[in-house]
């Protein structure tokens, strides 16, 4: 089966972004996945000639919660569950917020390999902040600018170290 790799992180960040640029128009229906019915968040993308998929868990519906920290959590368990490999997603230009700490503390807790993804970062100036992601604890930070199409390729190669 084609490894599966979860987009994670709170709303805003740029995961639906990146998810776009990556799918590049190949978004299919892929995969039956229990708890997760939106067909349209999954596409089949390849990287050096390795097809994986990819999931925009930010589109995820959580039922009965209209809490965003809920439905982040949910989130975050249906892609911990359901994922080979997790792409956590932050914000250079916001750095670290609380509700990042919070996935994180998720994410570390579970066994899955994850890739620390720090989006928006289009400028030289946002490449040098991200250093403070250390500290979420899930290692090296990957400064990338989904919108500009920065930092991709350097992303890609960790997500598939870890499959
Ligand atoms: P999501 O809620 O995590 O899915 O985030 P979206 O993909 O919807 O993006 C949220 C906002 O961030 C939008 O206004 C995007 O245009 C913007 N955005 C996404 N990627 C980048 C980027 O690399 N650089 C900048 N400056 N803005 C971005
Ligand atoms: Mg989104």
């Not at 639906?16 to 229906?29: C, G, K, P, Y």
């Not at 229990?34 to 050096?48: I, N």
Request: aromatic residues 6%.
């Amino acid at each position: 089966a084609k490894p599966i790799v979860a987009i994670v992180g709170r709303p805003n960040v740029g995961k639906s972004t990146l998810f776009n640029v990556l799918a590049n128009e190949r978004i299919s229906i892929v995969e039956d996945i229990p708890g997760v019915t939106r067909d349209r968040l999954y596409a089949t993308t390849e990287w050096l000639d390795r097809e994986f998929v990819i999931i925009d868990t930010g589109g995820i519906e959580i039922a009965n919660t209209d809490k965003i920290a809920v439905s982040i959590r949910e989130q975050a368990q249906i892609a911990i569950r359901e994922a080979d490999v997790i792409l956590f997603v932050c914000d250079a230009r916001t750095g670290i917020t609380d509700e990042d700490a919070e996935v994180a503390k998720l994410l570390r807790k579970s066994r899955k390999p994850i890739v620390l993804a720090v989006n928006k970062a289009d400028s030289f100036k946002q490449e040098m902040e991200i250093f403070e992601f250390y500290n979420l604890g899930l290692g090296e930070p990957i400064p990338i600018s989904a919108a500009n199409h920065l930092g991709l390729g350097d992303m890609l190669d960790s997500v598939m170290d870890k499959v």
